[in-house]
């Protein structure tokens, strides 16, 4: 492939990098995101879950077993992480985000198999 198909392929990702960062679902998960790392409250809860995400991965892979106890607090700390609303809206925000960004993977995927089957 010559560079300028190449050129002309990273050109189409940037204005596909900026037409995604106009809409409303980025827009939106952009300030939820804000929103969350000026809210302590909720940044501390997001803060001690991905801690104990951690450190329970970890243990998984040394292939130490959680116990019961290990299993619940997890359990118990996305709940309280789920009742704040801050937490709430930019948890939505993010997964609204992820799968619009899968379905924009998924097109890309299907325009390379349109062309391999021909």
Do not use: W
Not at 19 to 42: G, R, V, W
Not at 44 to 71: C, F, N, T
């Amino acid at each position: 492939m010559d560079m300028d198909k190449l050129e002309e392929i990273m050109q189409k990702c940037t204005e596909l990098g900026k037409s995604i960062a106009l809409t409303a679902i980025y827009q939106e998960f952009k300030k939820s995101e804000y929103d969350l790392l000026h809210n302590p409250e909720a940044l501390k809860l997001v803060e001690d879950l991905q801690k104990l995400k951690q450190e329970h991965h970890g243990k998984r892979m040394a292939g130490i077993e959680l116990s019961k106890e290990e299993q619940e607090k997890i359990k118990d700390m996305e709940v309280l992480c789920i009742r704040n609303s801050q937490v709430l809206l930019s948890n939505n925000a993010n997964t609204k985000f992820q799968e619009f960004m899968e379905q924009i993977s998924g097109k890309i995927k299907e325009g390379i198999k349109s062309v391999e089957t021909k």
